[in-house]
């Protein structure tokens, strides 16, 4: 056990979390502080006794380090005793797991969509031959000091991966978001050319990114895509309602024939970039399929639970883009039956930012429900919308929350597939809806 003792200033975070358990595989003494709130994420936390107390100053002792959650600022009371008290060192959570990615052979996945899912397929294309570590955004995380690699999802919030030293980094894709930090696309791009200079060996990034060409690194490159141009690209596809067939081939060369256990073209382009780095490390062909045939999802991401009427799928969706992609999922998925998209969104500026994209996606589904913003953190200075915003745009869409009246409006489009998207706390809708119709 090592004697440092490490406290977590919003430890049910996702990051948070998976960086807590990470601590304590290292051997040191861990807990935390949150709201008392249940969030999925302390659940793990819990399983291994990790104290988690609510906020209050007096938590913070002599001597100890201090991660601070990136949700909050320095006016916060836990925060500001641990900058007052000379004897605490304090890092805030990107910066402690930088330096835990310099400690190690750590491979990134970063990008505007799909890094939660990609870290998860990377961790199980490593492990399967190698020890991997990993500290994905979804609650997970777990590393000890004897492992080969580390594979770690590297957001780029207010440019937090440029914290990040990996040997190897993913890029799945450059489509604007954070509106509310980022000036601008050329702003957004310049974040990635950063990061790229942290990078040691290998860049993995997708080539058919409308963005790509507008990008400028200094490192060695892979592309990966669809488009023949590309460095590695998938050719003799095959989807059925439950798996994607492919060929992998790298410049020219066929690497292997993979029958893996995802739905969608952009889960195939996710395994493709990670083929991209098993090629990289010599990882045989037939090490790499088996690695990912493990993948059984990531928290969160296209969750699906099947009861009597109906299917119900949890999603982290948060972004038009990401919510097409789940709705065109969910057909492939369930082609004859009904879809019902239910969107909780996060953040006014990003709903006002890309309304028009948020309504086309959304129409995807055959009904549509949408929650109220309910976070302290949606709210932005200067932008005073309502989910009637978004609504407008939308004909027959409804509005619902976690009530018995419109509990009875969601039922009343059944049987069918609820599809549940939102980078918050949607699923205690979903929950309450599977016990309306006894599933």
Not at 394 to 417: C, E, F, R
């Amino acid at each position: 056990m090592n004697n440092e003792q490490l406290f977590f200033i919003g430890i049910k975070g996702t990051g948070m979390a998976s960086l807590a358990k990470i601590a304590i595989n290292l051997g040191y003494d861990v807990a935390g502080s949150d709201i008392e709130r249940h969030f999925f994420t302390e659940d793990s936390l819990r399983e291994l006794n990790v104290p988690i107390l609510p906020f209050d100053a007096q938590n913070i002792k002599d001597s100890m380090t201090v991660i601070v959650g990136n949700a909050f600022g320095d006016d916060h009371e836990e925060v500001v005793a641990a900058h007052a008290n000379p004897s605490v060192t304090v890092y805030r959570y990107h910066d402690y797991l930088g330096k835990l990615t310099k400690e190690h052979r750590t491979i990134t996945v970063s990008g505007s969509h799909g890094k939660t899912t990609t870290t998860t397929l990377l961790k199980d294309m490593l492990d399967y031959s190698k020890n991997t570590g990993y500290l994905i955004g979804d609650g997970r995380g777990e590393l000890h000091n004897h492992d080969d690699y580390f594979a770690v999802e590297a957001c780029e919030f207010r440019r937090h991966f440029l914290a990040y030293h990996p040997k190897v980094a993913i890029m799945t894709n450059f489509e604007i978001d954070h509106v509310d930090y980022f000036k601008s696309v050329e702003d957004y791009l310049s974040a990635y050319e950063e990061f790229a200079a942290n990078v040691e060996e290998l860049l993995i990034v997708w080539g058919d990114d409308p963005h790509f060409n507008d990008l400028t690194f200094n490192n060695k490159v892979w592309t990966y895509g669809f488009d023949e141009k590309n460095d590695f690209v998938a050719r003799n596809v095959e989807r059925t309602t439950t798996h994607s067939l492919f060929d992998a081939y790298f410049r020219g060369e066929f690497i292997g024939h993979f029958d893996l256990p995802i739905v969608g073209d952009h889960m195939i382009l996710n395994a493709l970039a990670v083929i991209a780095v098993g090629v990289h490390e010599g990882i045989d062909a037939g090490d790499m399929e088996r690695g990912l045939q493990n993948f059984k999802g990531a928290k969160r991401r296209f969750v699906i639970e099947e009861g009597a009427e109906n299917i119900y799928i949890d999603d982290y969706a948060h972004h038009p883009t990401e919510i097409r992609v789940t709705l065109e999922a969910a057909r492939v998925r369930y082609p004859d039956k009904k879809i019902v998209a239910i969107f909780k969104p996060h953040r006014v500026g990003r709903v006002y930012y890309f309304v028009d994209e948020f309504a086309n996606s959304l129409k995807l589904a055959d009904e549509v429900a949408l929650c109220p913003f309910t976070s302290i953190d949606d709210m932005e200075e200067g932008i005073d919308i309502d989910i009637t915003y978004l609504q407008d745009r939308i004909p027959g869409s409804l509005i619902v929350d976690l009530n018995d009246q419109d509990l009875d409006k969601l039922q009343a489009m059944g049987p069918a597939v609820y599809v549940f998207m939102s980078s918050k706390d949607i699923y205690d809708l979903k929950d309450a809806l599977k016990i309306r119709f006894n599933d």
